[in-house]
């Protein structure tokens, strides 16, 4: 059997023809070659492993002969076809997982799955011969078959997890309607007792009052948080963007947290305001951001101390900040600042409390209106959280 003779190829006369057979004992593929009659003329070691069948034993033997079952097998056919009719043909492991009784040598009772090449040739005397091409897809297979096991893991993975979404989003609901309008009139209630409206309360339960009022505004900014964060990660938090002046939006912010830091003995003071200076922003998210940064500065600001508030322009952007004179932030906290529920331990005499949700909610913020926060913070001096935002275009 010689291959035709090309410009592009060896002649196979000056090949030595052990040197042939060399090459297909150490393809790591099984190599058969069968005459018209479909006899075996060349069987390799690969074939002799695979099968336990010896070439001597194989050599002058039809397939047939080899392996009865193939007679009944697309494979036969497909021989045929290639000696009778030069087609060339694939046999892919999916419709056809194994043709022949192949298995692994260390094992054998792992049949090999199989993809199989089937090409006619013909020698120099234009007799043809068939050349059948057996390639082990065993690893491909059980690739794929990991593959799939993953893929449906994921698949029900991410159905569990929307069913928790679903769950999350109803307990968020109950949160919502079942506590938050009953806490809504307690604390309501509790104002009223406080004003001493029903009448002059013992000195006693004056204080039991002051404590449960205090409590219930903490569960209120506890659940309005929860809803935010929740509104947050499910893209539903509404933003109503337009045009307004900085100044605008500090001016509000210290007017409605200066009572707040009246009650701490901390004053509010802008030191420097940038003037007629306006954003593209929704003036009420960014109020929300503000309360957050003044409440925190305020909680940390000594007593009888001032949270100093300064805006800044650039070309294009405006750059907002509040600045506490308190103890700054540790330093193995300072990388989770903006996460949520996080809150570092900070021990002093302030009771200073919180939801840990208040940063988180404010990036978030920011962030949806193309800017960035940050803070810098030193032990000796304070800290100072700042957000940049971009100016309007008509800036």
């Not at 090999?112 to 120099?124: A, T």
């Not at 809803?227 to 939006?249: H, N, P, T, V, W």
């Amino acid at each position: 059997m010689l291959p035709k003779e090309d410009s592009h190829s060896i002649a196979v006369a000056d090949v030595d023809k052990e040197l042939l057979f060399d090459v297909f004992d150490v393809a790591v593929n099984g190599i058969i070659v069968v005459d018209k009659a479909h006899r075996v003329v060349l069987w390799n070691t690969w074939m002799e492993e695979s099968t336990s069948i010896h070439r001597c034993n194989a050599i002058d033997k039809t397939l047939i002969d080899l392996f009865p079952e193939v007679e009944r097998q697309r494979l036969h056919q497909t021989i045929t076809n290639a000696l009778e009719h030069g087609a060339s043909a694939v046999l892919s492991h999916a419709f056809n997982t194994h043709p022949l009784p192949l298995y692994h040598k260390l094992k054998r009772d792992d049949p090999i799955k199989q993809v199989i090449f089937v090409k006619p040739i013909s020698d120099s005397n234009n007799a043809r011969y068939c050349v059948i091409q057996i390639n082990d897809v065993s690893a491909a297979h059980r690739r794929e078959k990991t593959l799939r096991e993953i893929a449906e893991q994921a698949d029900l993975g991410r159905k569990a997890a929307e069913e928790f979404s679903k769950l999350k989003s109803g307990f968020i609901s109950t949160v919502s309607h079942e506590l938050r309008t009953p806490l809504t009139s307690i604390r309501g209630s509790l104002g009223l007792l406080k004003a001493n409206v029903p009448g002059s309360l013992p000195t006693a339960a004056e204080s039991l009052v002051q404590i449960a009022d205090k409590n219930t505004e903490r569960l209120l900014l506890l659940i309005n948080d929860i809803l935010d964060i929740e509104k947050i990660e499910s893209g539903r938090m509404d933003y109503a963007f337009k045009d307004l002046e900085i100044q605008e939006l500090i001016e509000q912010a210290v007017e409605v947290n200066a009572g707040y830091g009246e009650h701490k003995g901390v004053t509010l003071h802008i030191k420097a305001c940038a003037e007629n200076i306006r954003i593209y922003a929704d003036l009420d998210r960014l109020m929300q951001v503000m309360t957050n940064l003044l409440s925190n500065a305020i909680k940390f600001e000594p007593s009888g101390g001032s949270v100093d508030i300064t805006a800044t322009c650039s070309e294009r952007h405006i750059r907002v900040a509040v600045s506490d004179h308190g103890p700054g932030i540790p330093e193995e906290f300072q990388r989770r600042v903006f996460e949520k529920f996080a809150q570092a331990d900070v021990s002093d005499n302030k009771n200073i409390n919180g939801t840990g949700l208040g940063l988180a909610i404010s990036r978030s913020i920011v962030e949806k209106h193309g800017g960035e926060i940050g803070f810098v913070t030193d032990a000796a001096r304070g800290t100072t959280f700042y957000f940049i935002l971009p100016l309007s275009e008509r800036e």
